[in-house]
């Protein structure tokens, strides 16, 4: 599969998933992300720079399952399961 038609097909999500350091989240409309604990506390939020990508830093984070809630500019919301090594 080519990137560029991915990208357009909205078929790229985020990567790398186990994450160690950055997670990296390619979209097309991608607005935000929200990365949530177990609990449902909010542990880091990143906004896209109007290039449908999002970086989303984990690195200092503690090794455990998070939930990543994705906003589109449609106003579309997803959530994914991330795991954190």
């Not at 186990?18 to 997670?23: E, K, M």
């Not at 906004?47 to 503690?62: C, D, H, M």
């Not at 809630?69 to 795991?83: C, M, P, Y």
């Amino acid at each position: 599969m080519q990137l560029a038609w991915a990208l357009k097909q909205g078929k790229i999500g985020f990567y790398p998933n186990p994450v160690n350091d950055q997670l990296t989240d390619q979209t097309i409309g991608i607005v935000s992300a929200v990365l949530l604990s177990l609990d449902g506390r909010t542990v880091t939020q990143s906004k896209s720079n109007g290039s449908n990508t999002i970086q989303v830093e984990v690195a200092t984070l503690p090794a455990g399952i998070y939930f990543l809630l994705r906003t589109k500019a449609d106003g579309n919301i997803t959530t994914a399961k991330v795991l954190k090594n």
